[in-house]
């Protein structure tokens, strides 16, 4: 499944150059991130009392975007790991499909009663499976 | 008591027009104020459960800010009422004393145990005291 | 006209206390702007070089808004001054109706060779006059 | 050479979880580089109309971040290639010189005169030289 949100660059998230500043596009994907959660099991992993935290995000800035343009971002659970998984998002310019950023997000299941990064087996693998991109 | 805070202005900062965004001051507020919270005692506060929530900001933005400008913000609590404090916040620019913007800023101490806006009375009028800016 | 944007609350627009950050609010409130920029004319403010500038954001925050919840909108233009605009904003739980924040924002229009803020007169005032808020 | 900044933990930096948020430490880090880039010969590079742009972050969260930590933030000049130049940036704790985040920064220098990246060369080399780190 590759999830797909959109996002409007509006003058806010513009910096000095007039081009959207690169923290700000680590808000953008998170906002994607959140949606495919939602397209997903994020109820369930929140009334478990699951975190899905970050452990590394890897950026690579392609293209300016600038006011006005209309961002699409295709998000898609890559791959699990034994205690990880591995999101890749990408940031195109809808109009023109060109790519604006690509990244790629690691993130581990943690819970507030067990140490370290919990294993991606069981429930959790089985509800995060469905969000495996299988058509790339 | 005027407590005062510099910032930097960075590329970060600015927006479309290479002006400090209006939203981002709001951040520059929040910084001075917990810088004087800290020279009260924000440490009691945190102690006792109490968490001052805003409840108005008024900003008047006079002059942009750019690139490079040096901020002072001075932040001074203002008076204290029933159950709500005014502080007010002043941003210069440190080199030629130009007013940028001004805010007055309105808070209420509240308490999860406790329903509304505390009376500002006892040790929370006690602690928060020795913050009015008297010189003014 | 009454202008509708809607937001949905993120991890990242939270805070400390798991509410949506003050400084956030007012984001969400200039995204809603440009929204209704766009039913109007704004590229015509481009192009003819006018910026909008905000000269003063006065806002109350009524109750906090929390993970997950989506939030309306609502701006319009409620009236033009001489030599501003005064737009009217308000936030709300879109499930409940209850009101979380309302904001008034004043704005001047500014041309980069004309000094300080112009008339709202001739071609400025139409422009602006089809988002007047006549229903309320 | 190695710079340093530090920047204390506020609220508004936080999220849902009470941590740094993810895109926030990007800011913490553009922040850092400011500093550097001071350091050296940031004045020339304007001056030129040089701009330095961020083609790619690669950030790793090793350690949560809370409220009232002090930040140490480690910044240098790694290695300067035929177009571009990397940036290592180590975020601490002051406190207890715990690894809170690592990253690596690739940036290439452009001028909106030429096209693409220029050769890190001539002048740019020179002013950029002194900033990298030889003691690690």
């Given at each position: 499944m590759?999830h797909?949100t959109?996002?409007?660059v ?17 808000e953008f994907?998170?906002e994607a991130r959140?949606?495919?959660l ?9 009334q478990?009392?699951y975190?899905l935290v970050i452990?590394r995000?890897?950026?690579?800035y392609?293209?300016?975007a ?15 790991l ?7 998002q990408?940031v195109?310019?809808k109009?023109t499909?060109k790519l604006?950023?690509?990244?790629e997000v690691t ?9 370290g990064?919990l294993p991606?087996?069981d429930q959790?693998a089985e ?10």
């Amino acid at each position: 499944m590759i999830h797909c949100t959109e996002i409007k660059v509006r003058g806010y998230h513009l910096d000095l150059y007039g081009h959207v500043n690169n923290a700000r596009y680590l808000e953008f994907l998170e906002e994607a991130r959140w949606a495919l959660l939602e397209d997903g099991d994020l109820d369930w992993f929140m009334q478990q009392g699951y975190a899905l935290v970050i452990s590394r995000i890897d950026i690579r800035y392609l293209r300016p975007a600038g006011m006005g343009d209309m961002l699409k971002i295709e998000t898609n659970l890559e791959r699990l790991l034994p205690r990880s998984g591995v999101i890749r998002q990408r940031v195109l310019k809808k109009e023109t499909g060109k790519l604006v950023a690509e990244a790629e997000v690691t993130f581990a299941v943690v819970h507030p009663d067990k140490p370290g990064a919990l294993p991606m087996t069981d429930q959790i693998a089985e509800r995060l499976a469905p969000l495996l991109g299988l058509a790339r």
